[in-house]
């Protein structure tokens, strides 16, 4: 582990986080170990990583696929013998798909049918199946990305067809809200669309819903996967 450099901010940051994560998972009755922590760790460098890893943190989150795939390949050459999980958080563009299947444990932003495939066509055989979620879009702007709550379980079934790829659950990124009461009526409709096609695919495990300014809310309403940026490594600039 010599290669690793300490960061006092992203230490204390992480378990700050962690606490506050599990004082939400208490406060719903829910037990903190049903709760992952996804950093991350977009537009950071290398050592935001390294310092995340020397806390403990092993599951890390990255939106731009050229960014990450320097990154993910250096981590390689640095520290062979480690294994951290990564996952794929941004939008999907579809002649990026295969290098997000070769590189990526976890892709959470899957919208439409076109990109699924690519990511199963291009899954290496070597490697299990790719954890995928659907991004729905809960706030019906067609600017953002996700597929709407209406469509989610046509894509469900198509996905779950497809053998490189293993369905996991609903991902969605909802615009900011004022109150915790307006933030938790939100990730319910994630919830309550997860229970309905759960019927359909009862191996369905995961709501990837919550970041810095929303994750009691969304463990209140049952996250599995809360992502976490700055809350851990501090504002980005640009
Ligand atoms: C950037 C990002 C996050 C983290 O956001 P913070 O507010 O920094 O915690 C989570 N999910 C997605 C999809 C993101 O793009």
Known sequence: ????????????????????????????????EDVQLLAVSKRKPLAAIE???????RAFGENYVDEALEKISA???????TTPEWHFIGAIQSRKAAAIAQHFDWAHSVDRLKVA???????????????????VNLDAEDTKAGIALTDVATLAGQISELPALR??????IPAPRQT????????????????????AHPQLDTLSMGMSGDMTAAIAEGATIVRVGTAIFGARDG
Do not use: Y
């Open 117 to 135: 495939k690519k990511l199963n066509d291009n899954r290496p055989p070597s490697l299990p199946p790719l954890s995928v979620c659907i991004q």
């Open 180 to 199: 915790e009461t307006e933030q938790r009526a939100v990730f319910r409709q994630l919830a309550q669309a997860q229970a309905a096609i759960k019927q």
């Open 51 to 57: 310092a995340a890893w020397l806390a403990g943190q």
């Open 1 to 32: 582990m010599s290669n690793f450099t300490e960061n006092h901010d992203i230490n204390s940051a992480l378990h700050a986080v962690r606490s506050e994560l599990a004082t939400a998972a208490s406060a719903a009755q829910r037990s903190p």
């Open 167 to 172: 369905l996991r659950g609903l991902m969605s």
């Open 75 to 81: 981590w390689q050459d640095k520290h062979p013998d």
